[in-house]
């Protein structure tokens, strides 16, 4: 209940901020990354998971990093929000959290293309579709939905 609670704040500190400015502290990027790092170490240590999910856990952000690195599409803060998310929640929630904001800033999009509010090339803050995506995941684990 805990680590979700302090997910949500820091995912909801770093959407807003993604809102407004445009741009993410970096200090609230390494506090998230840090303390996703320390707690996989921490279960890979204990043996709750084995060191090839841990891994896996990371490369959706690890890929999202690498586009943002190559393309200049998307934002290393993303990247980074996606590993940390990774760290806490595991491979399969990783993916899950990745593919459910993928197909929220899709809907949103087209919706925003459609009536002509944004053009082709508008970015868009992910962060926020990345919380959103979370909160999904966590409320279908919790039965929620």
Do not use: H
């Not at 929640?89 to 899950?96: H, K, P, Y």
């Not at 293309?113 to 995506?133: E, H, Q």
């Amino acid at each position: 209940m805990w680590r979700e609670l302090v997910t949500f704040v820091w995912l909801l500190a770093l959407s807003v901020s993604d809102i407004r400015e445009k741009k993410v502290p970096v200090w609230l990027l390494w506090v998230g990354f840090m303390t996703g790092a320390g707690i996989l170490l921490y279960r890979a240590a204990a043996g709750e998971t084995d060191p090839m999910q841990a891994v896996s856990a990371l490369l959706p952000g690890a890929a999202l990093l690498l586009l943002a690195a190559g393309t200049k599409k998307a934002g290393c803060a993303d990247g980074i929000v996606l590993m940390a998310i990774g760290a806490l929640e595991g491979d399969r929630g990783c993916l899950a959290v990745c593919f459910g904001s993928l197909v929220l800033i899709a809907l949103l999009s087209g919706v925003l293309l459609a009536l002509k509010r944004v053009r082709r090339n508008t970015k868009l803050p992910f962060i926020p579709f990345l919380t959103a995506g979370w909160l999904i995941l966590i409320c279908g684990k919790s039965g929620i939905l």
